[in-house]
């Protein structure tokens, strides 16, 4: 944002991702395994359309490769950094994927879907002070065994059956700063000419 300092809350950091907690750097991108998104770049900037910042917003679309052999299950967290708290913040839970190559539309629910930050089972949507930029990252999981874990679960209980079961991790990264809303008398977008002053 032009002319405006931005900085991080000083949240929990990436060392506390659930990446940082089951995985270790060489499982990231094992045997080809990524994550994308036809929304966004690695490290680009989330649309407000995916944050509380617009209405009817939804969650951003999501592809993947396929994971390596003997993959069973796939599972996703999106979690914030950078929010104030012992733990990331987390905006999204989600298992029951298929071990393949697939994808999540725009918006689409998916087969099990845990508890946010918030204690919803959806798709969490940013809302952040003005000023505040934070990132938002997506973290995909190859697993090695079926996860029996009911719809509703928390981060905790999810990070706790993935543990020991990780074979490979794709990861995507959005950043996102709330803009500033424009003000009553804002005239910079209003072509003068066009302007019937007469109101006829």
Same mark, same amino acid.
């Given at each position: 944002?032009?002319?405006?300092?931005?900085?991080?809350?000083? &949240?929990?950091?990436?060392?506390?991702?659930?990446?940082?907690?089951?995985?270790?750097?060489?499982?990231?991108?094992?045997?080809?395994?990524?994550?994308?998104?036809?929304?966004?770049?690695?490290? &680009?900037?989330?649309?407000?359309?995916?944050?509380?910042? $617009?209405?009817? @917003?939804?969650?951003?679309?999501?592809?993947?490769? @396929?994971? *390596?052999?003997?993959?069973?299950?796939?599972?996703?967290?999106?979690?914030?950094?950078?929010?104030?708290?012992?733990? *990331?913040?987390?905006?999204?839970?989600?298992?029951?994927?298929?071990?393949?190559?697939?994808?999540?539309?725009?918006?689409?629910?998916?087969?099990?879907?845990?508890?946010?930050?918030?204690?919803?089972?959806?798709?969490?949507?940013?809302?952040?002070?003005?000023?505040?930029?934070?990132?938002?990252?997506?973290?995909?999981?190859?697993?090695?065994?079926?996860?029996?874990?009911?719809?509703?679960?928390?981060? $905790?209980?999810?990070?706790?059956?993935?543990?020991?079961?990780?074979?490979?991790?794709?990861?995507?990264?959005?950043?996102?700063?709330?803009? $500033?809303?424009?003000?009553?008398?804002?005239?910079?977008?209003?072509?003068?000419? $066009?302007?019937?002053?007469?109101?006829?």
């Amino acid at each position: 944002m032009a002319g405006k300092d931005t900085s991080r809350s000083g &949240g929990s950091g990436h060392g506390r991702l659930a990446m940082a907690k089951l995985g270790s750097p060489e499982l990231l991108g094992a045997g080809g395994f990524a994550l994308t998104s036809a929304a966004f770049e690695d490290g &680009g900037d989330l649309d407000p359309c995916f944050t509380a910042d $617009e209405e009817d @917003a939804v969650a951003p679309p999501l592809e993947w490769s @396929a994971p *390596p052999a003997g993959a069973m299950e796939l599972a996703l967290l999106v979690e914030d950094p950078d929010a104030s708290g012992p733990e *990331p913040a987390c905006h999204w839970l989600v298992w029951g994927l298929a071990p393949q190559r697939g994808q999540l539309l725009e918006g689409e629910t998916p087969p099990r879907v845990g508890k946010n930050a918030q204690a919803n089972s959806e798709w969490l949507l940013p809302r952040l002070p003005e000023g505040e930029r934070h990132d938002f990252v997506f973290q995909l999981f190859a697993l090695d065994t079926p996860l029996g874990v009911a719809p509703g679960a928390t981060r $905790e209980t999810l990070l706790a059956a993935m543990d020991g079961h990780v074979i490979a991790m794709a990861l995507l990264t959005a950043s996102y700063e709330r803009q $500033e809303s424009g003000e009553e008398g804002d005239w910079g977008d209003v072509d003068i000419d $066009e302007i019937d002053w007469d109101g006829n």
